[in-house]
Protein backbone atom coordinates (compact mmCIF):
# COMPACT_ATOMS: atom_id res chain seq x y z
CA UNK A 1 0.00 0.00 0.00
CA UNK A 2 1.29 3.10 -0.77
CA UNK A 3 1.64 5.97 1.83
CA UNK A 4 1.22 9.18 0.74
CA UNK A 5 4.32 11.39 1.53
CA UNK A 6 3.37 15.01 0.15
CA UNK A 7 4.87 17.43 3.02
CA UNK A 8 2.05 19.72 4.57
CA UNK A 9 0.62 23.03 3.40
CA UNK A 10 3.64 25.56 4.05
CA UNK A 11 2.32 28.34 5.74
CA UNK A 12 5.90 30.61 5.40
CA UNK A 13 5.61 34.11 3.47
CA UNK A 14 7.60 35.16 1.04
CA UNK A 15 9.01 38.84 0.80
CA UNK A 16 7.77 40.94 -1.98
CA UNK A 17 11.16 42.96 -3.49
CA UNK A 18 10.03 46.77 -4.58
CA UNK A 19 13.55 48.56 -5.42
CA UNK A 20 11.90 51.18 -7.17
CA UNK A 21 11.09 53.10 -3.61
CA UNK A 22 13.24 51.46 -0.83
CA UNK A 23 11.95 52.41 2.15
CA UNK A 24 13.85 55.27 4.40
CA UNK A 25 15.59 55.03 7.34
CA UNK A 26 13.13 55.87 10.07
CA UNK A 27 14.66 57.40 13.42
CA UNK A 28 13.49 56.89 16.97
CA UNK A 29 16.07 59.41 18.54
CA UNK A 30 17.49 60.85 15.44
CA UNK A 31 21.05 59.58 14.06
CA UNK A 32 20.78 57.66 17.64
CA UNK A 33 17.94 54.99 17.71
CA UNK A 34 16.22 53.70 14.27
CA UNK A 35 12.76 52.24 14.53
CA UNK A 36 11.90 48.29 15.09
CA UNK A 37 15.37 48.29 15.91
CA UNK A 38 17.46 46.05 18.61
CA UNK A 39 19.76 48.25 20.46
CA UNK A 40 21.88 47.87 23.41
CA UNK A 41 23.34 50.62 25.78
CA UNK A 42 26.08 49.22 28.22
CA UNK A 43 28.02 50.90 30.83
CA UNK A 44 29.94 50.95 33.65
CA UNK A 45 27.86 50.92 37.34
CA UNK A 46 26.73 54.50 38.37
CA UNK A 47 27.30 56.05 34.82
CA UNK A 48 23.77 57.37 34.14
CA UNK A 49 22.78 54.49 32.06
CA UNK A 50 18.40 54.89 33.34
CA UNK A 51 18.96 58.21 33.05
CA UNK A 52 20.03 58.17 29.28
CA UNK A 53 17.12 55.56 28.74
CA UNK A 54 14.49 57.13 30.84
CA UNK A 55 15.28 60.63 28.68
CA UNK A 56 14.99 58.55 25.54
CA UNK A 57 11.61 57.09 26.71
CA UNK A 58 10.01 60.39 27.97
CA UNK A 59 11.03 62.08 25.03
CA UNK A 60 9.42 59.91 22.96
CA UNK A 61 6.35 60.01 24.64
CA UNK A 62 6.11 63.66 24.66
CA UNK A 63 7.02 63.85 21.43
CA UNK A 64 10.05 65.86 21.27
CA UNK A 65 13.71 65.69 20.87
CA UNK A 66 16.33 64.14 22.87
CA UNK A 67 19.19 65.04 25.52
CA UNK A 68 17.84 68.78 24.98
CA UNK A 69 16.55 71.41 27.78
CA UNK A 70 13.51 72.96 25.70
CA UNK A 71 12.27 71.55 22.38
CA UNK A 72 11.32 74.02 19.78
CA UNK A 73 7.68 73.79 18.63
CA UNK A 74 8.51 73.17 15.10
CA UNK A 75 10.54 70.22 15.75
CA UNK A 76 7.99 68.24 17.94
CA UNK A 77 6.99 64.87 16.69
CA UNK A 78 3.49 63.02 17.60
CA UNK A 79 3.99 61.82 20.92
CA UNK A 80 4.05 57.69 20.94
CA UNK A 81 2.95 54.91 23.90
CA UNK A 82 6.75 53.75 25.71
CA UNK A 83 6.63 50.79 27.79
CA UNK A 84 9.64 50.78 30.64
CA UNK A 85 10.17 48.06 32.40
CA UNK A 86 11.91 48.73 35.41
CA UNK A 87 13.54 46.19 37.93
CA UNK A 88 16.58 48.40 39.47
CA UNK A 89 15.14 51.26 41.93
CA UNK A 90 11.80 50.74 40.57
CA UNK A 91 10.71 53.46 44.35
CA UNK A 92 12.89 55.92 42.71
CA UNK A 93 11.03 56.52 39.13
CA UNK A 94 8.04 58.37 40.72
CA UNK A 95 11.27 61.08 41.69
CA UNK A 96 13.45 60.89 38.41
CA UNK A 97 10.06 61.47 35.91
CA UNK A 98 8.75 64.29 38.14
CA UNK A 99 12.44 66.03 38.11
CA UNK A 100 12.65 65.60 34.06
CA UNK A 101 9.21 67.07 33.92
CA UNK A 102 9.96 70.11 36.39
CA UNK A 103 13.98 70.41 34.14
CA UNK A 104 11.48 70.59 31.01
CA UNK A 105 8.74 73.10 32.25
CA UNK A 106 6.15 70.40 32.19
CA UNK A 107 3.39 70.62 34.99
CA UNK A 108 3.65 67.19 36.83
CA UNK A 109 -0.28 67.73 36.98
CA UNK A 110 -0.19 67.64 33.31
CA UNK A 111 2.47 65.20 32.80
CA UNK A 112 0.96 62.80 34.81
CA UNK A 113 -2.23 62.53 32.88
CA UNK A 114 -0.36 62.17 29.74
CA UNK A 115 2.26 59.67 30.79
CA UNK A 116 -0.84 57.62 32.22
CA UNK A 117 -1.68 56.63 28.29
CA UNK A 118 2.13 56.67 26.89
CA UNK A 119 4.60 55.94 29.41
CA UNK A 120 3.51 52.34 30.75
CA UNK A 121 5.77 50.66 34.06
CA UNK A 122 4.82 47.22 34.73
CA UNK A 123 4.59 46.77 38.55
CA UNK A 124 7.80 44.42 39.35
CA UNK A 125 7.79 45.43 43.22
CA UNK A 126 6.15 41.87 43.91
CA UNK A 127 9.02 40.71 41.92
CA UNK A 128 7.10 39.89 38.90
CA UNK A 129 8.40 37.13 36.69
CA UNK A 130 9.72 38.45 33.72
CA UNK A 131 12.39 36.39 31.88
CA UNK A 132 12.52 37.16 27.99
CA UNK A 133 14.17 34.27 27.53
CA UNK A 134 11.74 32.21 28.62
CA UNK A 135 8.75 31.39 26.62
CA UNK A 136 5.66 31.78 28.92
CA UNK A 137 7.09 34.93 30.88
CA UNK A 138 8.00 36.70 27.71
CA UNK A 139 4.47 36.15 25.98
CA UNK A 140 2.52 36.81 29.33
CA UNK A 141 4.89 40.11 29.02
CA UNK A 142 3.47 40.38 25.22
CA UNK A 143 -0.26 39.98 25.94
CA UNK A 144 -0.01 42.17 28.57
CA UNK A 145 0.96 44.93 26.56
CA UNK A 146 -1.30 44.05 23.68
CA UNK A 147 -3.64 44.66 26.47
CA UNK A 148 -3.16 48.17 27.48
CA UNK A 149 -0.87 49.29 24.91
CA UNK A 150 -1.66 47.73 21.08
CA UNK A 151 1.20 49.43 19.23
CA UNK A 152 4.25 50.76 21.31
CA UNK A 153 7.14 52.24 19.55
CA UNK A 154 9.84 51.89 22.53
CA UNK A 155 9.69 48.97 25.22
CA UNK A 156 13.08 49.52 27.41
CA UNK A 157 14.39 46.38 29.53
CA UNK A 158 16.48 47.79 32.62
CA UNK A 159 18.56 45.87 33.10
CA UNK A 160 19.25 42.51 31.09
CA UNK A 161 20.82 40.48 33.42
CA UNK A 162 17.27 40.92 35.32
CA UNK A 163 15.52 39.81 32.43
CA UNK A 164 17.35 36.38 31.67
CA UNK A 165 17.10 33.31 33.74
CA UNK A 166 20.34 31.85 31.81
CA UNK A 167 23.82 32.35 32.01
CA UNK A 168 24.71 35.69 30.18
CA UNK A 169 28.19 34.26 29.54
CA UNK A 170 26.55 31.29 27.90
CA UNK A 171 26.36 31.56 23.79
CA UNK A 172 23.16 29.21 24.07
CA UNK A 173 21.71 30.80 26.75
CA UNK A 174 22.20 34.47 25.40
CA UNK A 175 20.56 33.56 21.83
CA UNK A 176 17.53 32.27 23.57
CA UNK A 177 17.27 36.09 25.05
CA UNK A 178 18.11 37.63 21.81
CA UNK A 179 15.63 35.03 20.18
CA UNK A 180 13.06 36.24 22.72
CA UNK A 181 14.11 40.51 22.27
CA UNK A 182 13.18 39.20 18.31
CA UNK A 183 9.68 37.99 19.52
CA UNK A 184 9.19 41.23 21.10
CA UNK A 185 10.07 43.57 18.59
CA UNK A 186 8.12 41.49 15.37
CA UNK A 187 5.07 41.11 17.70
CA UNK A 188 4.33 44.50 18.75
CA UNK A 189 6.22 46.23 16.08
CA UNK A 190 8.50 48.33 18.62
CA UNK A 191 11.99 49.18 18.77
CA UNK A 192 13.70 46.79 21.94
CA UNK A 193 16.42 49.14 23.86
CA UNK A 194 18.24 46.64 26.46
CA UNK A 195 20.34 48.46 29.28
CA UNK A 196 23.62 46.18 29.85
CA UNK A 197 26.38 46.43 32.30
CA UNK A 198 29.93 46.25 30.89
CA UNK A 199 32.91 44.34 32.33
CA UNK A 200 35.60 45.22 34.86
CA UNK A 201 36.44 49.10 34.41
CA UNK A 202 39.56 47.55 32.01
CA UNK A 203 37.48 46.49 29.73
CA UNK A 204 35.81 48.69 27.66
CA UNK A 205 32.83 45.72 26.36
CA UNK A 206 29.68 44.43 27.61
CA UNK A 207 29.61 41.89 29.79
CA UNK A 208 28.58 37.82 28.85
CA UNK A 209 28.54 36.69 25.23
CA UNK A 210 29.31 38.66 22.33
CA UNK A 211 26.16 37.23 20.81
CA UNK A 212 24.45 39.99 21.59
CA UNK A 213 26.77 42.44 20.34
CA UNK A 214 26.57 40.79 17.08
CA UNK A 215 22.55 40.40 16.68
CA UNK A 216 21.64 43.92 17.81
CA UNK A 217 21.13 46.88 15.16
CA UNK A 218 22.34 49.61 17.31
CA UNK A 219 25.36 49.57 20.22
CA UNK A 220 25.93 52.28 22.24
CA UNK A 221 28.90 52.53 24.73
CA UNK A 222 28.40 55.39 27.58
CA UNK A 223 31.36 56.85 28.31
CA UNK A 224 32.73 58.18 31.54
CA UNK A 225 36.06 59.38 32.32
CA UNK A 226 35.56 59.69 35.90
CA UNK A 227 35.22 56.04 35.83
CA UNK A 228 38.69 54.53 34.50
CA UNK A 229 41.01 53.31 37.03
CA UNK A 230 43.31 55.89 37.10
CA UNK A 231 40.26 58.65 37.29
CA UNK A 232 38.87 56.16 40.38
CA UNK A 233 42.28 56.33 42.29
CA UNK A 234 43.06 60.21 41.46
CA UNK A 235 39.73 60.93 43.29
CA UNK A 236 40.16 58.89 45.98
CA UNK A 237 43.83 60.63 46.47
CA UNK A 238 42.21 64.16 46.53
CA UNK A 239 43.58 65.36 43.12
CA UNK A 240 40.59 66.23 41.36
CA UNK A 241 37.45 68.32 42.63
CA UNK A 242 35.35 68.13 39.12
CA UNK A 243 31.93 67.59 40.19
CA UNK A 244 30.54 67.55 37.08
CA UNK A 245 29.40 64.26 35.35
CA UNK A 246 30.09 64.67 31.66
CA UNK A 247 29.57 61.35 29.59
CA UNK A 248 29.89 60.47 26.16
CA UNK A 249 27.77 58.19 23.80
CA UNK A 250 30.07 56.21 21.85
CA UNK A 251 27.72 54.35 19.03
CA UNK A 252 29.92 51.17 18.46
CA UNK A 253 27.77 49.88 15.54
CA UNK A 254 25.12 51.09 13.40
CA UNK A 255 23.88 48.13 11.24
CA UNK A 256 21.65 50.16 8.81
CA UNK A 257 23.49 53.76 8.96
CA UNK A 258 26.48 55.30 9.07
CA UNK A 259 27.40 56.02 12.88
CA UNK A 260 27.73 59.47 14.27
CA UNK A 261 29.93 61.25 15.96
CA UNK A 262 30.02 60.91 20.00
CA UNK A 263 27.01 62.80 21.55
CA UNK A 264 28.31 65.10 24.66
CA UNK A 265 26.31 64.53 27.81
CA UNK A 266 26.06 66.49 31.07
CA UNK A 267 23.92 65.01 33.84
CA UNK A 268 22.40 68.00 35.56
CA UNK A 269 21.15 67.78 39.08
CA UNK A 270 17.19 68.75 39.70
CA UNK A 271 16.45 69.38 42.92
CA UNK A 272 13.21 69.32 44.52
CA UNK A 273 11.07 72.23 44.64
CA UNK A 274 12.42 74.92 47.35
CA UNK A 275 15.74 73.35 47.64
CA UNK A 276 18.96 73.94 46.33
CA UNK A 277 21.17 71.32 47.91
CA UNK A 278 22.39 68.46 46.30
CA UNK A 279 21.28 66.40 48.94
CA UNK A 280 17.90 66.43 48.29
CA UNK A 281 17.85 66.20 44.52
CA UNK A 282 14.80 64.54 42.59
CA UNK A 283 17.31 63.00 40.11
CA UNK A 284 19.34 63.95 37.01
CA UNK A 285 18.57 65.44 33.57
CA UNK A 286 21.04 63.84 30.70
CA UNK A 287 21.83 67.39 28.31
CA UNK A 288 23.53 67.33 24.98
CA UNK A 289 26.42 70.04 25.35
CA UNK A 290 29.50 70.84 22.48
CA UNK A 291 32.79 68.94 23.34
CA UNK A 292 35.33 70.46 25.98
CA UNK A 293 38.31 70.47 25.74
CA UNK A 294 40.58 67.97 25.38
CA UNK A 295 43.09 69.01 28.10
CA UNK A 296 40.06 68.74 30.76
CA UNK A 297 39.90 64.87 30.24
CA UNK A 298 43.59 63.68 29.79
CA UNK A 299 42.13 60.07 29.73
CA UNK A 300 40.04 60.73 26.48
CA UNK A 301 42.31 60.45 23.59
CA UNK A 302 40.55 60.95 19.94
CA UNK A 303 41.51 59.45 16.30
CA UNK A 304 42.01 61.62 13.46
CA UNK A 305 37.86 61.31 13.01
CA UNK A 306 37.18 62.30 15.98
CA UNK A 307 36.01 59.19 18.03
CA UNK A 308 37.41 58.46 21.07
CA UNK A 309 40.44 55.36 21.20
CA UNK A 310 38.48 53.16 24.03
CA UNK A 311 41.82 51.15 24.62
CA UNK A 312 43.63 54.25 25.64
CA UNK A 313 40.36 55.16 27.79
CA UNK A 314 40.76 51.83 29.89
CA UNK A 315 44.92 52.04 29.82
CA UNK A 316 46.30 50.23 32.69
CA UNK A 317 49.15 50.78 34.42
CA UNK A 318 51.64 47.54 34.15
CA UNK A 319 51.54 44.68 36.36
CA UNK A 320 53.11 44.93 40.19
CA UNK A 321 55.45 41.80 38.73
CA UNK A 322 56.31 43.70 35.67
CA UNK A 323 57.38 46.83 37.22
CA UNK A 324 59.53 44.26 39.71
CA UNK A 325 60.75 42.92 36.38
CA UNK A 326 61.62 46.25 34.90
CA UNK A 327 63.69 47.16 38.25
CA UNK A 328 66.06 44.06 38.48
CA UNK A 329 66.67 44.71 34.81
CA UNK A 330 68.05 48.49 35.48
CA UNK A 331 69.74 46.95 38.19
CA UNK A 332 71.14 44.79 36.32
CA UNK A 333 72.00 47.57 33.65
CA UNK A 334 73.62 49.65 36.30
CA UNK A 335 75.77 47.17 37.70
CA UNK A 336 77.00 45.97 34.07
CA UNK A 337 78.14 49.91 33.44
CA UNK A 338 79.41 50.16 36.94
CA UNK A 339 81.75 47.23 36.68
CA UNK A 340 82.73 48.11 32.93
CA UNK A 341 83.54 51.97 34.04
CA UNK A 342 86.24 50.03 36.57
CA UNK A 343 87.93 47.58 34.42
CA UNK A 344 87.65 49.06 31.14
CA UNK A 345 85.10 47.13 29.29
CA UNK A 346 86.43 44.10 29.86
CA UNK A 347 84.05 40.95 29.86
CA UNK A 348 81.94 39.94 32.60
CA UNK A 349 81.64 36.27 33.84
CA UNK A 350 78.28 35.27 34.36
CA UNK A 351 79.33 33.91 37.84
CA UNK A 352 79.83 37.39 38.83
CA UNK A 353 76.70 38.75 37.98
CA UNK A 354 75.05 35.54 39.72
CA UNK A 355 77.14 36.25 42.79
CA UNK A 356 76.34 39.78 43.16
CA UNK A 357 72.50 38.98 42.75
CA UNK A 358 72.51 35.99 45.00
CA UNK A 359 68.90 36.59 45.88
CA UNK A 360 67.21 36.80 42.82
CA UNK A 361 66.99 32.94 41.55
CA UNK A 362 69.53 32.09 38.75
CA UNK A 363 66.65 31.19 35.43
CA UNK A 364 65.17 34.35 36.51
CA UNK A 365 68.59 35.90 36.08
CA UNK A 366 69.87 34.45 32.83
CA UNK A 367 66.19 35.28 31.43
CA UNK A 368 66.89 38.94 32.01
CA UNK A 369 70.27 38.74 30.72
CA UNK A 370 68.99 36.68 27.44
CA UNK A 371 66.10 39.64 26.88
CA UNK A 372 68.44 42.25 27.34
CA UNK A 373 70.88 40.96 25.59
CA UNK A 374 68.28 40.37 22.83
CA UNK A 375 66.39 43.78 23.21
CA UNK A 376 68.44 46.60 24.81
CA UNK A 377 70.85 46.73 22.13
CA UNK A 378 73.81 47.64 24.39
CA UNK A 379 75.43 43.82 25.87
CA UNK A 380 76.24 40.32 24.06
CA UNK A 381 76.52 37.31 25.41
CA UNK A 382 79.33 34.93 24.18
CA UNK A 383 79.72 31.08 25.73
CA UNK A 384 82.32 29.39 25.39
CA UNK A 385 81.59 25.80 26.34
CA UNK A 386 81.18 26.26 30.08
CA UNK A 387 81.96 30.02 29.93
CA UNK A 388 79.76 32.78 29.89
CA UNK A 389 80.49 36.01 29.93
CA UNK A 390 78.85 39.35 29.14
CA UNK A 391 80.65 42.24 27.18
CA UNK A 392 79.52 45.46 26.07
CA UNK A 393 78.33 45.88 22.15
CA UNK A 394 81.50 47.77 20.13
CA UNK A 395 78.78 50.46 18.61
CA UNK A 396 77.52 51.17 22.33
CA UNK A 397 79.54 53.63 24.12
CA UNK A 398 77.27 53.49 27.21
CA UNK A 399 73.98 52.04 28.00
CA UNK A 400 71.16 54.09 27.80
CA UNK A 401 69.24 53.56 30.85
CA UNK A 402 67.02 56.12 30.70
CA UNK A 403 65.42 53.85 27.78
CA UNK A 404 64.55 51.16 30.28
CA UNK A 405 62.36 54.06 32.97
CA UNK A 406 59.38 52.46 30.81
CA UNK A 407 60.21 49.59 28.87
CA UNK A 408 56.52 47.92 28.75
Not at 26 to 45: D, F, K, R, S, T
Not at 73 to 102: G, Q, T
Not at 158 to 169: A, F, Q, R, Y
Not at 365 to 371: A, I, T, V
Request: aromatic share 6%; proline share 7%; glycine share 4%.
Amino acid sequence: MDTDITPPHSAMKWVTLDLHEPPATCWLVENLIPEQALVCLYGAPNTGKTFIALDIGLSVAFGQQAFTEVSPENEKVPPRPVVFVLREALHNIHRRIAAWCDFHGIPRETAQKHLAETFLIPDTSDDADIRIDRMRSRRKLITAIKQRCPNPALIVLDPLVDMMDGDENSARDMSRFVNGLNELRTQLGACVLVIHHQGKYWRPIERGSSVLQAAVDTHIHLLDPSKTTRARKKASSGGTDDLQQKIELDIHKQRDAARAPNIHIELRTVPERGSTTAAQALGKVPVRIQPSDESTHPEIQRTSNGRTTVRALYERKPSPRKQQEAKRRQDILAFLSTAWSTKGDAPILRQEIEAYFSQTPRTTLHRDLEFLAKDSNAIKIEKSGKKVTVKRKEAQCEIAQQDWDNPF
